[in-house]
């Protein structure tokens, strides 16, 4: 197919890679020329704008880093609204606002094409081994049309329903992380604080019911000291947001996510916001010292 | 070994009934004469206290319901303190506070015995498979004298440090749940709420970062309307009250879990505090309503 990328980060380079890979044609635009030469090298084709972009395509995939990109890759002067013709698929794979996901998907219906919010889990890690969970929502047509490149960039990949239903899910995978993150960090704070290894806490508590993905993966590298970002706290503060604004206009009170939400601002006005989500566990023994 | 043991609710029964199986003599007493009966028609042995039992015993393990049932078994008139001789072990294996550990491992010291506090976790499945975790602290050489014993009940025993190590190590692992049950309680209703099908949200989120033993093993049940207590609310209360607790006697702030316990504390309000801990759910749809 004749595939249109825009977002060329860490995770968005490798997913557009595993497309040019398979033999698709593939078409980037980005705002920083750097990124976009090791693509390029491979044969991708370079474009000034979305809008010039999409007109060579027929579909499009998106992912940038907040909702105000989203918007301005989709809505903008030159976006790719601007220049969006019938039967076009565009693909927003930003964790980005439910909200936004449903104005694009009746913008884009409006001009006869077909929208797709499929936000993805899984990190650098995921995208680089095609192993990402999608988590798609918007035209179940569309979905069969596009499954087939899901499929070189993602394992776990789930239909979740009509328009937003991709950025809702996705939230609802924030929303287990945030609250689980600050019993991760609590438990190995108390450990500490209480005189414990928690090397010895981490074996006997890791396998049973208090067991998790970040408690098995995360925790190890707090007690290493390793705080390096595989996923940004800054990142992490926009999804909580999102949450949190989507929870209230439903109507609907999540206190842990609330609270996750406090804790984790307090470690970006420490200075952690481009650490990793791991470095919550520093609000904690900064009482300590 | 001539074993007693003292607490044969669904726990413990199972647990002493692995020793009584393995060939070694067991000495129980209860409050409840039914609770015994099962116990006494394999060959375990009835005695009418705690001083009684401890008289004809090497070993006696504990396992009860609260802090204050602890203190009455081994500090009360005819409790475990009083009939004590030298060379004798104590393990209690309550879920109980650091600090009563601590008193009983110096009040059995003085009368030159020794103690162990090895609360565990994994609840009446991992007591009736011998498949617990069990987190001991005390005296190191009694622990040397009594872990073929504790690989009779468990699976994953791990030495902590000295007196109190295991309740600490116990309150860790309670930490880490309770805030984890806010995320997925408010992961589940959020999902509802936004009209997604929860069980494919469950198959999008539950193997990557977000995953947890909770979110594998309660939320299912949730989704089933089965809040059957695999752990009881009343006793999840308990052991987040004995985290609070500590965490303050060691002057540490825990919001998540102090968060927790109140939303926990809301639903045994709403009645649900023989429901076991999933139902803290109802808190979240009770809104929805």
Redesign the interface.
């Known amino acids: 197919m004749n595939i249109g990328f825009i977002g060329l980060g860490v995770m968005g380079a490798s997913m557009a890679g595993h497309l040019l890979a398979a033999g698709h044609r593939l078409g980037i635009t980005t705002r920083t020329a750097s990124k976009a030469q090791g693509l390029l090298d491979q044969g991708a084709h370079w474009y000034p704008t979305p809008a010039a972009l999409v007109t060579d395509c027929e579909v499009v995939f998106t992912i940038v880093g907040y909702p105000q990109d989203v918007e301005a890759v989709y809505f903008g002067s030159d976006g790719l609204m601007s220049a969006l013709q019938a039967g076009q698929i565009l693909v927003d794979m930003t964790t980005s606002s439910?909200e936004l996901a449903i104005r694009i998907a009746t913008a884009t219906e409006e001009r006869l094409a077909l929208a797709l919010d499929a936000p993805v889990?899984?990190?650098d890690k995921?995208a680089r081994e095609a192993a990402l969970?999608i988590?798609v929502g918007g035209d179940a047509k569309a979905f069969e049309t596009i499954k087939p490149l899901f499929d070189l960039m993602g394992k776990?990949i789930?239909?979740?329903?009509p328009a937003g239903?991709g950025q809702?899910?996705k939230?609802?995978?924030?929303?287990?992380?945030?609250?689980?993150?600050?019993?991760?960090c609590?438990?190995?704070?108390?450990?500490k604080?209480?005189?414990?290894?928690p090397h010895?806490?981490l074996?006997?508590?890791s396998?049973?019911?208090?067991?998790?993905?970040?408690?098995s993966?995360l925790a190890p590298r707090i007690l290493d000291g390793d705080f390096e970002p595989g996923?940004f706290i800054k990142h992490f503060i926009k999804d909580m947001k999102l949450?949190v604004e989507?929870?209230q206009s439903?109507?609907?009170?999540?206190?842990?996510?609330s609270?996750?939400l406090k804790?984790y601002q307090s470690a970006a006005q420490q200075g952690l916001e481009n650490a990793g989500t791991q470095a919550l566990f520093r609000v904690?023994t900064k009482?300590?010292d």
Chains 1, 2 share one sequence.
Do not use: K
Not at 158 to 161: F, K, P, R, S
Not at 207 to 215: I, Q, R
């Open positions: 439910p889990s899984g990190g995921g969970s988590m776990n789930v239909y979740q329903g239903s809702h899910c939230l609802c995978n924030q929303i287990a992380i945030a609250s689980n993150m600050l019993g991760v609590e438990a190995l704070a108390y450990a604080r209480s005189g414990l290894d010895l806490v074996s006997s508590i396998t049973g019911a208090a067991g998790s993905w970040s408690l993966n996923f949450a989507s929870a439903l109507g609907f009170d999540a206190p842990g996510l609270l996750a804790q904690y009482q300590e």
